[in-house]
């Protein structure tokens, strides 16, 4: 899903979370859980939700059908799911210590074109993947191909309707927004608006996450861009201008960004999703540097990725309940642990779930409500103006 | 030919089958050979002509036309550029060390180390490859460091890395060692003789290489030129993880097409691309064959 | 001969420093957790750690890519050498005027993406032998294609260098049955060009991942990618082990074979 996406870096806006706290917070969060929901199954159902105290309703629980279901096939194969990519480190440990079933991830740093590849080109084999996490540009793509199986997670009803599909096809179990990342050991001011980046004394520093025509990660941050230089959802042409501009003032790094290159401080600045950081945070707190997330000022983008049950997979419940357990409550808390925003968030924070310290990891609160995402035509559009000029506009310059 | 002697009519047609039987037959011999490349190679590359002749998208001409105009011919010459620059620097660059190697042969253990790393390093790539020239030369090189300790401070004379020489120098990681290793049989057959022979006959070092020695090297060293261009030509990983230079290049740009994670239903595109890949090497390898038949009068 | 000598040497020391320097520069960069801007006089000693390796090296992870790799690698040689040998080998005694069209076919790999090899065949597979692509020695056959060039080459080379017709000719003639010659004659002098396209594609099949990871199979350079995300220096360090140990290996084993081929290239002078 995310080949060259997968970046670095911890260091949020206040303090260094450890690795050790937030691995012992997922835990507890998952311990309190597991002991709720077990005993939740019956009593919860004319429960009326004022109840704060209860940890876990009805809805986070999947059926007991398809846990038992799941459980007797005993595995569920999973693709291009990064350990560092929005803590699925964490989520997948957690699947696994809830339901004892086995997820192992092929192709970790595969792109979402290689996640179809994979579907069609071992259709019908034992290790063809049950579930992907796509772009929602692929969504359509599967879709097209007729290659999802709707399913409906037990809290289909406490997902907004942009992070679903209406018929059930996928849902959009977590999203975030486009940030800049600052090396603060090699750069001591970090930029925080998209103006600030043209600042002469970032020459050279900045860099994009991959070429926008093919890493998702950098696409948004081109959108943002233009976002933040006039233009809208409609026009990402002002975005890729901004872009020519940096490269024509030598602001713009060529140089490519990976784990290795910002612990290298080769590339100090850099622009990614929120969920993309907290994962490196160990590796560079081991190297000393210090790092600081920020999102721009000027220009707020969100983006999602679709998830979704794979047709005529060959463990289809044990791919269900992957798909419940991303929008049950200990999906929801690891994805808030690595940074990305998880669908039922609102609910989440209104039953009480959510503490202060998951919250580090997270873009301002303010932030989160205002988010809009684009349409499927809108990014359709944008990227066929990308197509055209990115090239002659950018890269080939 | 065998001498049939036929009476009666059918004469010509029987000789003229026997022949025929004879010419074919020879040809039987490499059909495993055939037969396995044409499942694994040429069935796939059918496949990716079948495409190419499709339209993007719904667009009126095919998407091999599309992938010759603008933006895309310029990237395929620059793919070119850098594979013939690098192919022939690799291959001037790979022979001197190769010769090198078979000079010093009497030196124990070095020839094995230099063909043992060679195999390797002419298999490098990608990530790896990258980023050590990153951590040598980058901004924030090692080497670079050192170099500015010394007042010598890359970036003001203008040289980066993640330039076109820089690209450069890191496909020359992995072309001079395989030049190296394609030569070195072809030097071993210089036989000792002959060099004695003509230092017998009172010809001087550049007399026995102008008139011996080169003549007999040049279909390998063709060889080896079409080889290195190809090898850079398709490559891809270390461009891209080097510099968003890199996407100047065909093969990165196929992969915005078939890999990646924005871009869908232009796979035509990609494959129209891959199709254009493939018509420049078969012009290439046309041109080299030309070349070695005109070289090849000279060794006999 | 001294003044070429010491040409000789001074061209191998310059090559040797070209070669090994990038690689020291990211040694350093993986052994020692200190960024270059820090570093210094005061700071060179510090950060020294071996940790990333021993934390990659001692992984199931890289144990089990290791070990398929490392077969797989076995068996594209041996299945590469058993098709590329006799038909190189035939080409040139006997059909001479094949060895453009083989030739070219050799180079075609180059420019095949390797994500339309991996397409191209799945189509035609699933139809034939469905549960063929989920074998991890599936990627045998890519493998022995997209080697091809270099084993193709190295034969050929070998080959070419010696006057093979005429040798065979010359042997049958003084009376020597078919296997006699391949044994005597055919095969001494193949010796270099067997050891070189061995090589080369044993490096290829270590080094190759496009094909790896589109068919979701867990090879040494899938589990050095998957590394780069936590433990990037880690990542590194299994590279430069690679490098070192392919290196010495295939020296070693250099040093072993070539020897006698090298006398026998001196018989048939």
Redesign the interface.
């Known amino acids: 899903m995310k080949r060259s996406e997968c970046l670095l870096n911890a260091m949020t806006k206040q303090h260094r979370v450890t690795k050790k706290i937030k691995i012992a917070l997922g835990l507890a969060v998952a311990g309190l859980l597991i002991g709720a929901c077990g005993s939740s199954s019956s009593s919860t159902e004319t429960t009326v939700a004022e109840e704060t105290s209860a940890v876990a309703t009805s809805t986070d629980c999947p059926s007991t059908e398809i846990v038992d279901a799941a459980k007797a096939e005993g595995k569920v194969n999973l693709i291009t799911l990064p350990d560092t990519w929005a803590n699925y480190k964490g989520i997948l440990a957690s699947y696994r210590d809830k339901y004892g079933i086995e997820n192992p991830v092929a192709n970790p740093d595969g792109s979402s074109a290689d996640e179809l590849t994979a579907v069609e080109t071992l259709a019908g084999q034992p290790d063809m993947p049950d579930a992907v996490d796509v772009s929602p540009a692929f969504a359509q793509e599967f879709d097209a191909k007729g290659l999802w199986e709707p399913y409906k997670p037990c809290a289909w009803d406490e997902i907004p309707t942009s992070l679903k599909d209406a018929d059930g096809k996928w849902v959009a179990a977590y999203y975030g927004l486009m940030a800049i990342g600052a090396n603060t050991t090699v750069v001591t001011e970090a930029p925080t608006s998209f103006a600030e980046l043209k600042d002469a004394k970032y020459k050279g520093l900045v860099s994009l996450n991959g070429d926008p025509r093919e890493s998702g990660a950098a696409f948004a941050a081109v959108m943002a861009a233009s976002i933040a230089n006039g233009g809208s959802f409609d026009d990402i042409l002002p975005g890729i201008k901004f872009f020519a501009e940096l490269k024509k003032s030598g602001n713009l790094s060529a140089s490519d960004v990976t784990p290795a290159s910002v612990i290298a401080g080769e590339t100090p600045i850099v622009l990614d999703w929120t969920y993309n950081y907290p994962g490196l945070a160990p590796t560079l707190a081991e190297n000393n540097i210090t790092f600081k997330v920020s999102v721009p000022t000027d220009g707020v983008y969100g983006g999602f990725y679709a998830q979704g049950v794979v047709k005529n997979s060959p463990h289809q419940n044990a791919s269900k309940l992957w798909i419940d357990h991303l929008i049950s409550d200990e999906g929801a808390l690891g994805y808030i642990v690595g940074g990305a925003i998880p669908a039922r968030f609102d609910a989440l924070v209104a039953a009480g779930k959510v503490s202060e310290e998951m919250m580090t990891n997270l873009p301002a609160p303010e932030l989160i409500k205002d988010i809009k995402f684009p349409t499927a035509d809108q990014v359709a559009k944008a990227k066929e103006i990308l197509t055209a000029q990115w090239g002659p506009l950018v890269a080939d310059k | 030919m065998s001498i049939t002697v036929i009476k009666g009519g059918g004469t010509l047609y029987e000789r003229a089958s026997t022949s025929f039987f004879k010419r074919v037959l020879?040809?039987f011999?490499?059909l495993?050979?055939?037969i396995?490349?044409g499942?694994?190679?040429i069935?796939?590359?059918?496949?990716?002509f079948r495409s190419a002749l499709q339209s993007v998208d719904g667009a009126e001409k095919p998407a091999i036309l599309e992938a010759i105009s603008?933006?895309y011919l310029?990237?395929i010459l620059f793919s070119v550029r850098l594979s013939a620059i690098t192919a022939l620097i690799g291959m001037i660059?790979g022979t001197?060390?190769a010769?090198?190697?078979v000079?010093?042969d009497q030196m124990r253990?070095?020839?094995?180390?230099?063909?043992?790393?060679s195999?390797?390093?002419?298999?490098?790539?990608?990530?790896?490859?990258?980023?050590?020239?990153?951590?040598?030369l980058?901004?924030?090189?090692?080497?670079?460091?050192i170099l500015s300790v010394f007042g010598i401070n890359l970036?003001a004379m203008g040289f980066?890395?993640?330039?076109f020489s820089g690209i450069v120098l890191v496909y020359l990681?992995f072309q001079?060692?395989l030049m190296t290793?394609?030569m070195?049989?072809?030097i071993?057959?210089l036989?000792?003789?002959l060099r004695e022979a003509a230092a017998n006959l009172g010809a001087s070092q550049r007399q026995y290489w102008t008139n011996i020695g080169l003549p007999l090297l040049t279909?390998?060293l063709l060889?080896g030129f079409?080889?290195l261009f190809?090898?850079a030509?398709?490559a891809y990983?270390t461009a891209?993880?080097?510099?968003?230079?890199g996407?100047?290049l065909v093969?990165v740009?196929?992969?915005?097409y078939?890999?990646?994670?924005?871009?869908?239903?232009?796979s035509n595109l990609?494959?129209a691309l891959?199709a254009w890949?493939?018509i420049?090497?078969?012009l290439a390898?046309s041109g080299y064959?030309l070349l070695r038949r005109v070289s090849e009068k000279w060794q006999r | 001969m001294t003044k070429r000598n010491s040409w000789a040497k001074i061209t191998l020391l310059l090559i040797g420093a070209f070669y090994a320097l990038p690689m020291l520069a990211m040694a350093r960069f993986s052994f020692q957790r200190m960024p270059v801007v820090k570093l210094g006089w005061s700071t060179l000693l510090d950060g020294w750690t071996i940790a990333p390796m021993v934390d990659a090296v001692t992984s199931a992870r890289f144990l089990q890519a290791s070990w398929l790799s490392l077969r797989l690698a076995l068996l594209t040689v041996i299945i590469s050498l058993a098709i590329l040998v006799p038909t190189t080998v035939y080409v040139h005694v006997r059909l001479i005027k094949a060895r453009a069209f083989i030739e070219f076919l050799s180079i075609l790999p180059y420019v095949v993406p390797p994500i339309a090899l991996v397409v191209g065949i799945s189509g035609a597979m699933r139809s034939t032998v469905p549960g063929f692509l989920s074998n991890p020695f599936s990627l045998t056959p890519f493998y022995v294609i997209i080697s091809l060039p270099f084993s193709f080459r190295s034969l050929d080379v070998g080959l070419s260098s010696i006057e093979l017709k005429t040798l065979v000719e010359a042997s049958r003639s003084l009376g020597a049955g078919w296997v006699r010659t391949v044994r005597s004659v055919i095969l001494p002098n193949l010796r270099v060009g067997v050891i070189n396209a061995s090589f080369l594609t044993f490096a290829v099949v270590l080094g190759e991942f496009t094909i790896a990871s589109l068919l979701l199979k867990f090879t040494l350079p899938a589990y050095m990618a998957e590394a780069q995300g936590n433990n990037p220096q880690g990542s590194f360090t299994v590279g430069l082990l690679l490098l070192v140990v392919s290196a010495s290996l295939l020296g070693v084993v250099n040093r072993v074979t070539r020897k006698r081929g090298q006398e026998v290239q001196a018989i048939f002078l």
């Open positions: 020879p040809w011999g490499i495993p050979f055939v396995f490349v499942i694994f190679l069935w796939p590359s059918v496949s990716v603008g933006q310029k990237s660059i001197l060390v010769l090198a190697i000079s010093l253990g070095l020839r094995n180390w230099m063909v043992g790393y195999a390797v390093a002419a298999n490098l790539g990608g990530i790896p490859l990258a980023f050590a020239f990153i951590a040598s980058g901004m924030q090189g090692l080497y670079t460091k970036s980066k890395i993640s330039d990681y001079i060692p290793l394609l070195l049989p072809a071993d057959g036989k000792v003789t279909p390998s060889g079409l080889l190809a090898n030509f398709s990983a891209f993880a080097l510099s968003s230079g996407t100047r093969s740009q196929i992969r915005f078939l890999q990646g994670n924005t871009i869908t239903g232009k990609g494959y891959a890949m493939i420049v090497m078969t390898m064959l």
